[in-house]
């Protein structure tokens, strides 16, 4: 998640073959704002998958009590609960 060795290659050049500190600098701080914001980036694509998958887990919980005479077509549509069917069960109920 951190900076890859091809970043860090050109991140040193860069620094490098800079004419002043002041434009190093200028370099380093555009390099790490980029750097956050892909961060950040990442942060809200995982948060939101670990809900996904939490909510998941949560509604699978309920299928321990299934009948274990039910086919897997059943899986999504048992009518067991009042909630609605997660995306991630439901495509794989529907697959």
Known sequence: MGFSLTEI??????WEE???????????????????RETRETIGR???LAD???ESL??????RSCDQ???QRECGGCGRSD??????????AKR
């Open 83 to 92: 909630h609605e069917v997660p995306l991630l069960v439901d495509g794989i």
């Open 58 to 63: 949560a509604f699978l919980e309920g299928c």
């Open 18 to 36: 800079s004419a002043t500190a002041p434009k190093a600098m200028a370099t380093v701080r555009e390099i790490f704002t980029d750097k956050l």
């Open 46 to 48: 995982l948060t939101r």
């Open 9 to 14: 290659k050109v991140f040193l050049r860069v």
């Open 69 to 71: 005479g039910q086919h």
């Open 52 to 54: 996904e998958l939490s």
